[in-house]
């Protein structure tokens, strides 16, 4: 019955713990990054004051994660501030060595530290951190002694209180020992709330410290489900924060051991013994020994319990064993007679699986014949294909070509007939100056077959600017002017489309230098987008293609 209560009443509560400890490293890698910049950041200054504050905050990283390495830069910071005779500083050094002595039982050097103190030359901060560690002292003193003395606390209490802000952590001890309205508790829930949903949004390890303080508030008004989420939720910030002070993780133990959770007991005790090789805390030692114990008996009560139900299984097994033995020799003799039947059925398969392998060689050879079928068909789908493209753009070409031949034939015989005039006139000069080569004559009927190409080539293909664009980078892509002429690096491009490969041949073509073409193949290909320059030429080939029905 406990271990169901274990399982589902505060099961919600425990799984995050049991996920956090689960990726406990991951968190200590995290806190390890942290101290890794520091200490670099402390390489890089020189500055006294800035190698003191840089020590303070390694302090704080240390105090509940590594205790021997805490004190070291602590013992550094103590070397600076003597040297520099900053009495404010070593007084917090002073603090600060009397809470890791506290928390890490070694109470004797705690006294001897506080001793040191001058209350008086305090600031009223560092009096409120005081009075908090004089009440912190003599509750882990009680736990030896077994009667805490109240009077003692409740008036170093009072004094935490003349110092305390409510932005100290002391300030919760002040409350707790020191104010006794009515409504004490009230206004201890209130405010320690407060303080763990803002340490919890600021991601302050302090929010541990709040919700443990909560849980044995509500444990103290028997409100025991409030108690155990607190309690929960401060182990919960203890384990991602590394803070190796087990005492919410201890509690929890104690709970869960009480209830015969002793799996869940065990992997939580064992993660606060891990962390004790680096923050052994030598008050908890004697109460992680009793839990131990504990866990330990009930796990031999469990053992013998699990001993007298296996025994009383054994039993019944023997009886479950013999009627099987029984109930093979029945199956035996029933499987003797299923042989011989068997048998007849197999005569009878392998006459039916020699017509199936007649069947299945027929069947094989027909897939073959289909597959054959199919790739010949394929090959035919893709001549015709290209046949059609190449018949389209013949049929169109021939009627360009015989046009274009028969306008040049006519423009030739008007210019025959016009120098023929002019020499019949007499007019030489003339019609020497028409046939020299820099007559514009030839340019203009270049420019004209340029226009009569391109107005050609865009009727079978129109896209063809949009779709080669597509192939260039943004910034690169061409853009033709409202008249549909292409430039010359589109028309040998078209010329590629058409098939037409040979720099040489489409420098012809154009009526520029085989350079010329080399130079804009090479533009092209360097200003192409997302393809390999290599395959440029293919892919700009197979443009279009398929919109056309080529």
């Not at 209560?5 to 890698?29: G, M, P, V």
């Not at 384990?239 to 929890?252: E, G, I, M, Q, Y």
């Not at 039947?341 to 039916?352: D, G, H, T, Y």
Request: charged share 25%.
């Amino acid at each position: 019955m406990a271990s169901v209560y274990a399982n589902n009443k505060y099961e919600r509560f425990f799984l995050s713990i049991d996920s956090a400890i689960s990726q406990h490293e991951k968190y200590e890698s995290i806190l390890e990054s942290q101290i890794k910049d520091l200490k670099a950041e402390l390489d890089r200054v020189s500055d006294i004051r800035d190698i003191y504050l840089i020590n303070k905050l390694l302090f704080s990283k240390y105090a509940s994660y590594i205790c021997d390495s805490a004190l070291i830069y602590l013992d550094r910071n103590e070397e600076i501030a003597i040297r520099e005779n900053k009495a404010e500083w070593i007084h917090d050094i002073y603090l600060d060595r009397c809470y890791i002595y506290i928390q890490t039982g070694m109470l004797s050097a705690a006294i001897s530290e506080i001793n040191e103190i001058n209350v008086d030359e305090l600031y009223n901060s560092n009096k409120a951190r005081f009075y908090s560690l004089k009440v912190y002292l003599l509750s882990q003193e009680s736990s030896f002694s077994g009667t805490p003395d109240t009077q003692k606390i409740s008036e170093y209490g009072v004094e935490l209180m003349k110092y305390a802000t409510t932005d100290d952590e002391s300030y919760i001890w002040g409350l707790l020992w020191s104010y006794q309205g009515d409504d004490k508790n009230e206004k201890l829930i209130g405010f320690l709330k407060k303080e763990y949903y803002k340490n919890i949004s600021l991601n302050n390890i302090r929010a541990g410290n709040n919700a443990l303080v909560l849980s044995r508030i509500y444990d103290q008004l028997n409100n025991e489900e409030e108690s155990i989420k607190y309690l929960c939720l401060a182990a919960l910030s203890d384990v991602k924060f590394v803070n190796r002070d087990p005492s919410a993780l201890l509690d929890l133990v104690s709970f869960l051991s009480s209830i015969g959770d002793n799996n869940r007991a065990y992997i939580y005790l064992d993660y606060v013994l891990r962390g004790q090789s680096y923050y052994p805390a030598r008050i908890s030692g004697a109460q992680m020994a009793q839990y131990m114990k504990r866990i330990f008996d009930e796990t031999l009560e469990r053992n013998e319990q699990e001993r007298r139900k296996n025994s009383l299984y054994l039993f019944w097994l023997s009886i479950v064993i013999v009627l099987l033995i029984i109930l093979c020799l029945v199956i035996s003799v029933f499987i003797h007679k299923t042989n011989i039947q068997k048998k007849n059925i197999i005569e009878i398969n392998n006459r039916l699986n020699a017509n199936l392998s007649v069947l299945s060689e027929t069947k094989e050879n027909l897939i073959c014949s289909n597959e054959k079928m199919k790739k010949m068909s394929e090959q035919i789908l893709e001549t015709n294909k290209k046949l059609k493209e190449s018949n389209y753009i013949k049929e169109e070409y021939i009627g360009y070509i015989f046009s274009a031949c028969s306008n040049y034939l006519t423009k030739f015989d008007n210019f025959r007939q016009n120098i023929n005039r002019k020499i019949k006139t007499g007019k030489i000069e003339e019609a020497l100056q028409m046939t020299q080569s820099t007559n514009s004559f030839f340019n203009n009927e270049v420019k004209e077959l340029n226009q009569t190409f391109d107005s050609t080539f865009l009727s079978i293909y129109p896209d063809f600017v949009e779709d080669f664009n597509s192939l260039l980078r943004k910034e690169e892509r061409i853009i033709i002017h409202g008249n549909g002429e292409l430039n010359t690096e589109l028309r040998i491009f078209a010329l590629v489309w058409l098939g037409v490969n040979s720099s040489s041949k489409i420098a012809t073509l154009l009526h520029v230098s085989p350079q010329t073409v080399y130079n804009a193949r090479m533009k092209m290909r360097n200003k192409a987008n997302i393809i390999d320059g290599e395959k440029f030429s293919k892919v700009v080939c197979s443009l279009g293609r398929e919109k056309l029905g080529f």
